[in-house]
C-alpha cells in the first residue's frame, strides 16, 4: 500500500524558515517523480515544486523560486522541501504528491497524495 | 498559464442521482491530459480519473471522465453516500506550472 506522510508544518514569523518532510512507502520511490502541492485558504490547488526520481531535474513555480528547494533521499525514501524567505502567502497546507505512472516526462498527474502539513507564517 | 473553472461551485443531489461536475480550460488542453480528483475532510486526495477519461486502479465505474479541447465533465452515476465530497479538476498538458481548478463541492440534498 502506497503512504506518503508529511511533517515538519509549523507557525513560523515571516522571512523564517522551516524544511518539511514526505515519508514514502510502498512503491520504489526512486522510480518516480514526486511533487510538493500547497493550498491556501480558501484559494485553489497550487504546484510548487517537482524533482525527477534521481533527482537530476527540478523544477519550481515562480512564486517560490530562488526561496524554496526541494530534494529527496533515495536512501531514506524521503522528500523534502526547504523553505526560505518565507511569506504570509505561503501559508498554505503543503502536501507532497508521486508522479502517476502513466505520466509523459513532466506532462505529470499525481495518484498518490499525502495528507498535508500546515505551515502558517505569521508574526 | 491555462486557468480551469470549474462549474458548478455546489452541487445539491440526493444519494442514487446523477451528478455532472464540469471543468472548463482558458486554452485547449494536449492530449486530453485532465485529471480528476477527489478530496474528503482530513483525508489524501484521491486519484479518480486520468487522460480525460481513464479510470484509476479502484475507482467504480460509476465514476466517468469524458471531454477534450476546452471542456471535460466528470459524471458520477447513481451517487453513494460516501461520493459527497470535493472534487478538483487538475491538468497536465504542459510543462510545470500544472494548474488545478478551485473545486465543486457535492453536498446532499
Known amino acids: 500500500e502506497v503512504q506518503l506522510l508529511e511533517s515538519g508544518g509549523d507557525l513560523v514569523q515571516p522571512g523564517g524558515s522551516l524544511r518539511l518532510s514526505c515519508a514514502a512507502s510502498?512503491?520504489?520511490?526512486?522510480?518516480?517523480?514526486m511533487s510538493w502541492v500547497r493550498q491556501a485558504p480558501g484559494k485553489r490547488l497550487e504546484w510548487v515544486s517537482g524533482i525527477s526520481g534521481s533527482a537530476s531535474i527540478i523544477k519550481y513555480a515562480d512564486s517560490v523560486k530562488g526561496r524554496f528547494t526541494i530534494s529527496r533521499d533515495n536512501s531514506k525514501y524521503t522528500l523534502y522541501l526547504q523553505m526560505n524567505s518565507l511569506r504570509a502567502e505561503d501559508t498554505a497546507i503543503y502536501y507532497c504528491a508521486k508522479k502517476g505512472p502513466y505520466s509523459d516526462n513532466w506532462s505529470m498527474y499525481f495518484d498518490f497524495w499525502g495528507q498535508g502539513t500546515l505551515v502558517t507564517v505569521s508574526s | 498559464e491555462i486557468v480551469l473553472t470549474q462549474s458548478p461551485g455546489t452541487l445539491s443531489l440526493s444519494p442514487g442521482e446523477r451528478a455532472t461536475l464540469s471543468c472548463r480550460a482558458s486554452?485547449?488542453?494536449?492530449?486530453?491530459?485532465l485529471a480528476w480528483y477527489q478530496q474528503k475532510p482530513g483525508q489524501a486526495l484521491r486519484l479518480l480519473i486520468y487522460?480525460?477519461?481513464t479510470r484509476a486502479t479502484g475507482i467504480p465505474d460509476r465514476f466517468s471522465g469524458s471531454g477534450s479541447g476546452t471542456d471535460f465533465t466528470l459524471t458520477i452515476t447513481g451517487l453513494e453516500p460516501e461520493d459527497f465530497a470535493l472534487y478538483y479538476c487538475?491538468?497536465?498538458?504542459?510543462?510545470?506550472?500544472?494548474?488545478f481548478g478551485q473545486g465543486t463541492k457535492l453536498e446532499i440534498k
Open positions: 486554452q485547449s488542453v494536449t492530449n486530453r491530459y
Open positions: 487522460g480525460a477519461s
Open positions: 487538475q491538468q497536465y498538458g504542459t510543462s510545470p506550472p500544472y494548474s
Open positions: 510502498g512503491f520504489a520511490f526512486g522510480d518516480y517523480a
